[in-house]
């Protein structure tokens, strides 16, 4: 109760849960016990009061002439107020009407047999702090026992869950500076910028058990659709104390020749790979090797379209964890393996030798097909051993080779490649060009089936997790200036993979009632929390 309220009250009336639900109480004739608890006066005499004043102001003569701006500010402001009023008048009744409890035990089942009234501690809430006012449960030697902080569910900290929310989205959104300062525009509360910090790590707490305890969703997929697993990475600036022991190491020993720049051929050794995955179905679109690298506007059949995507991203998790999680997504669609699964990649080996090792283990057959842009960029860079910078001829070149590529002829592409190479008599520089196309297309060519994919209408490239890098982690993290811990980031990338999937609102509740059980419910041998109804 705060320092101005007008009653307090030792031996309280009315049943905890009975306010709780909004149900009033009374008795056959017909009294209130929180009325009787109060006294005679208005539980929320201060809010209709500050309404009124608020009403006065706008029926003021001298407010008629003020522009819709200034209307909107004032109230903005005092609105916030009364809405806080509210809050503490309601907040100041239960503490009136709260009921003592006999056989309150913890955890370990210490019965704490003495109440005290009187024990305050504050609540920042979104509309501004507040005070609550509650029973306490004593033992000798042992720490206090509020009941009716399980009944509000109050956080461990002063901030509400809904500030909490609040600075989770906006840190997603923008900085941390701005997570900080739309806290303070909007509640009127002065957070520092630390503090908003440890809120956002504290709100993907759940994330990881929200995904494995989901269960299969009704989707619209059609029986033909494909399941696509996609996984890449992507670097962040971190401080020092969170790079990667082998990061860490090459920074130290690293010694730049330059004080203010890096030379060419260093690197600042100060980054973090960000695991990335993706979960997504299509439905097939067959399309011939012609029209995959027609112009846009030539095209007659388009590319399978994503849909039903989800995302995951770990900058604490390595390649081998985040490809579990996708094949765990993949199985909650699939979990009877009927559909086609395909795994798209960049190339990267370990990336490679992580899904098949996970397929062989769940035993599911999964086709890895490799990023038809990269084996392109290969092949042209193929292309400047033989052609001048520049030179038309070169796409001529690429364009017959890359058809054959899609045909199914890697291997013939390869041979070619290394043929002309010695026919020309190319010199070292140039001829290790050649050489690195021919042997990719030749190592990856288990991967390379794109004949069979384009018949079958699968997608051959992976423009939904370079997407998924783009949005998950360059536009947040790759911030001018911006140097990351390693749980600061973690939970903005869990942040911006639940909105991204479209489950923040689902996750938020998951974890209020999650939060609840830990800071409340396991406090208490006994059930003397009551669940809304």
Known sequence: MTANSDTRCEVVSAPADEL?????????????????????????????????????????????GREHGDLEARL????????????QDHLDLRA?????????????GVERRAVETGHERPLDSVFGQVSVERLAYRARGQENRYVADGILNLPVEHASHGVRRLAALEAAAGSFDHATSQVRERTGLTLAKRRVEQLVVRAVVDFESFYAERSAEEQESGERDV?????????????????????????????PRLKTRLSKGEK?????????????????????????????????????????????????????????????????????????????????NHQIDRIKAEAKTRKIKVTIIVDFVHVLEYVWSGAWSFFPEGD?????????????????????????????????????????????????????????????????????????IEGACRHLVKDRMDITGARWGLQGAEAILKLRALISNGDFDSYWDYHIAHERHRSHDLRYLNSVIPRET
Not at 76 to 87: A, F, M, T, V
Not at 427 to 441: C, F, G, I, Q, S
Not at 442 to 457: E, F, I, Q, S, V
């Open 392 to 464: 038309p001829a070169a796409e001529k070149w690429v364009q017959d080779k890359a058809l054959a590529v899609l045909a199914g002829d890697a291997g013939q592409v390869a041979a070619a490649i290394r043929r002309k190479a010695t026919l020309l008599n190319l010199p070292d520089e140039k001829r290790a060009k050649a050489d690195r196309t021919a042997d990719y297309l030749l190592n990856k060519r288990p991967y390379l089936d794109y004949r069979t994919a384009l018949k079958k209408g699968w997608p051959i490239a992976t423009g939904v």
């Open 227 to 255: 399941l696509v697993l996609s996984a890449d990475g992507k670097g962040i600036v971190m401080r020092s104390e969170a790079l990667r022991e082998a990061t860490a190491k090459a920074a130290q020993r690293a010694s």
């Open 96 to 108: 009136l009407c709260e009921q003592r409890l006999d056989g309150v035990c913890d955890e370990h």
């Open 20 to 64: 709780v639900q909004g149900q009033g109480g009374g008795d056959a004739a017909g009294t209130d016990p929180a009325a009787e608890a109060r006294g005679d006066g208005d539980p929320f005499a201060r809010s209709r009061e500050s309404f009124e004043q608020i009403v006065g102001w706008l029926s003021a003569p001298e407010t008629a």
């Open 268 to 348: 600042a050794n100060r980054k973090r790979l960000a695991e990335v995955g993706a979960v997504y179905e299509l439905t097939p679109a067959p399309r011939s090797a012609a029209e995959v690298l027609a112009p846009t506007a030539q095209k007659t059949v388009a590319a399978p379209k994503a849909k039903h995507k989800w995302l995951t991203a770990s900058v604490i998790d390595d390649a081998a964890s985040v490809i579990a999680e996708i094949f765990d997504e993949a199985e909650r669609r699939d979990p009877e393996h009927k559909r086609t699964w395909i795994a798209l990649v960049d190339g990267n």
């Open 76 to 87: 903005d402001s005092s609105g916030r107020e009364l809405l806080c009023r509210l809050l």
